[in-house]
C-alpha cells in the first residue's frame, strides 16, 4: 500500500478527544469505539490497524513493544505503532502525535515504533 500520509488507529486506551484533536489538525484518526472493537486483544487492534493500513496509538508500551518484536521476528510488516506515554491533557499527546505525522510518510513509518 503506497500512501504518503498516515493514517492513526487509536486502541480503546487512547482517549477519544486525542483523534478528534487530530482530526481538527487535518489528520485521518478513528477509534476503537468508533470501529466497534472495544475489548478486542491487543494483538487484534494491531491486526485490524495494519489490515486497514493504519499505524496504531497507544498508551500500552510494554504489549505493543513485545508485538512489534514478533511482527519483526516473523517477517510481517505492520504500518507503525505510536506508543504516548500518558500525560495530564489530551493537547499535549495530539501536538506529540502530530509532530510525528508532519515528519514522517505512510511509507517510511512501516514497522517502525515511536515513543512519546
Given amino acids: 500500500m503506497t500512501r504518503l500520509f498516515i493514517e492513526l488507529y487509536l486502541d480503546e486506551d487512547v482517549s477519544a478527544l486525542i483523534a478528534t ?5 487535518g489528520y485521518v484518526a478513528s477509534t476503537a469505539r468508533e470501529e466497534g472493537r472495544l475489548g478486542q486483544s491487543d494483538s487484534d487492534q494491531l491486526a485490524y490497524a495494519t489490515e486497514h493500513g493504519k499505524a496504531l496509538l497507544t498508551h500500552n508500551r510494554d504489549d505493543y513493544l513485545m ?5 519483526y521476528a516473523s517477517g510481517r510488516t505492520h504500518y507503525g505503532i505510536i506508543i504516548a506515554q500518558r500525560r495530564p491533557s ?5 501536538r506529540l502525535v502530530s509532530s510525528i505525522l508532519d515528519d514522517v510518510t505512510a511509507e517510511g513509518f512501516q514497522n517502525q515504533v515511536r515513543i512519546v
Fill in 21 to 25: 484533536l487530530l482530526r481538527a489538525r
Fill in 67 to 71: 508485538l512489534a518484536k514478533e511482527y
Fill in 90 to 94: 489530551p493537547h499535549e499527546v495530539a
